[in-house]
């Protein structure tokens, strides 16, 4: 006993080697090498978005000027006609644009799970128009949907002459087009995102079901497809901030027109902030999407973390 | 609660035969026990008589009527599958409820039903929360409360257990063996743990390789092994295989033994007829670990009984027993001794053998002689 409380104290009396300066060096190079994304994210990201929370406030015009407002660029923006107009689109297209892809892409993703031929090279042309940027996107529709140059040309050509379809020209419809091209790029993506959950789904989980007597038909409604409950919720999110972040494809399709008919709030913050000089007005309307993004992802970010903790 | 008869069943995938006809009669209310290591088709055979897979050839028929080509739903049976397969958006009582739901029963019949397994399985206080909350062991009891919500004509257990940490494996081991005997019901139960197979079965069925080796009780499985695979499959450890010679002694056939380079000539038993007749030839002795332990005086006027000496390489203690390994016709051979008896390596031990349990199996083919 007392000889091993001797060689324990001898133990401690031994000193820590000194640290050579290549230890100190291998210490310090994971700050280093992370100190420009964070200092990249502090100025570019939270610096900017602080600074378009203060021009909001401000009598900024052509350039930022620092004549304090108030609410008063609020006010203007929720008095302004056409920002109604944009928050009105934006309500219809991304309503329509979520509900569709999520439906269409579970169609797809539960019609490519049954185990088919060729299911490689479906998948990769479903996944295909990810690929494409929303300029390009919007480029090809509004070729295709031009009464004069596409479908309905194409149609009427083919001898039925009566055949309309003027969305694209159509002040009532012109929105509609825009929901269009967005469904056709992104639907593929959320097929991707849910024929991965359902090849999450243990296999035996189908077996108990057809052993208990549920039907194909039962055993997707009330069995698989509540499963994918979280897969939902992922599609959701990144749909959602696709809609409220659209801007390219919509200018591509239709520019917001005609007129104003198409027009979507981040076209309305560009168009204010960099070509009608009411940069005030512009960044306010910024502010409300970046609000409206929160508002969306701020109870998906605290269910993430909530789910973690739980593990 | 009915019987199951297999006849002549096949099935291939392509051109792999998993199912090489494969024949069985089990009556009604026994537990049958399908074993073999893994690809021998015991699971493919459970997925036929559920119907989950389609038979190329033969009949499976469940309480005399034909049910080769009848729906999973429509055979009343039912199945506990070895990831548990619970419905994981619902909730236990759902999960006990669903297939009552589907076949339209009253919701009172339905709540009966819950609560009556429930309370044979003792998950009353688990019946609201998801399968995502509860343990392994939790899991497996409402599997089983899921399988015996709807009284089905026989159960079909896909390695239930093997999921399961080592406690709680024999816990629920014993449990389905109290489950059976209350219930009566005719079970057929797929593992590859041989103990398992042992301790629960009725009648075994030893499968390799598309076949069934062996179908008999458990004993009859372990004291007369059809050939030498079941031999080595069942027992832990397994049962020892030395090739011998066989000579006439003294009137008697026996096989040559050297051990340590001293030569022993050991009687075959009684009951072993066909191999006194290959005097001269080289056959499979197989003897089981426990049939070669320490000296018991009161043993030695048994029939068969035979002292040997013998060098000792291993030892490997289990607590109950020290299983001591010793070189005969200079193989390994491991003999199963009591601990205060075991000699450390190196030392000479005296070994009794009994012959009287030993069996004997073809060099070629392994079948038994």
Redesign the interface.
Known sequence: MSQTLTSSSQAVRTPAPARSPADRIAQWIPKLVLSPTLVIVVVFFYGFIFWTGLLSFTNSRMLPSYGLVGWDNYVRLFNNERWLVALGNLGIYAFLFIVICLVLGLLLAILLDQKIRAEGALRTIYLYPMALSFIVTGTVWKWMLNPQVGLEQFVQSLGWESFQFDWLVNPDFSIYTVVIAAVWQSSGFVMALFLAGLRGVDDSIIKAAQIDGASRFTIYTRIIIPSLRPVFFSAFIMLAHIAIKSFDLALALTGGGPGISSDLPAIFMYQLSFTRNQMGIGAASAMIMLLTVIAILVPYLYSELRVKKHD | MASLNIENVEKSFDQTHILKGINMDIRDGEFIILVGPSGCGKSTLM?CI???EDVTSGSISIANQDITSVL??NRD???V???Y??????NVRKNIS??LE??KLPKDVIANEVDRVAKLLQIEHLLDRKPGQLSGGQRQRVAMG?ALARQPKIYLFDEPLSNLDAKLRVEMRTEIKKLHQRLGTTIVYVTHDQIEAMTLADRIAVMKDGHIQQFGSPQEVYDNPANRFVAGFMGSPSMNFIEVLVVQKQDRACIELAIDGITHYLPTPDQEQRVRQMVGQTVILGIRPEQITHVIPHYDDNPGIARVDATVEVIEPTGADTLVLVRMNGQEVNCRVDPYEARQPGQVMTLMLNMGKAVFFDVDSGERI
Do not use: T, V
């Open positions: 997925n559920a119907g989950l999973p739903k049976i039912a199945m599958f070895q990831s397969a619970l419905y994981p958006n619902m669903f297939g589907i076949r899921r």
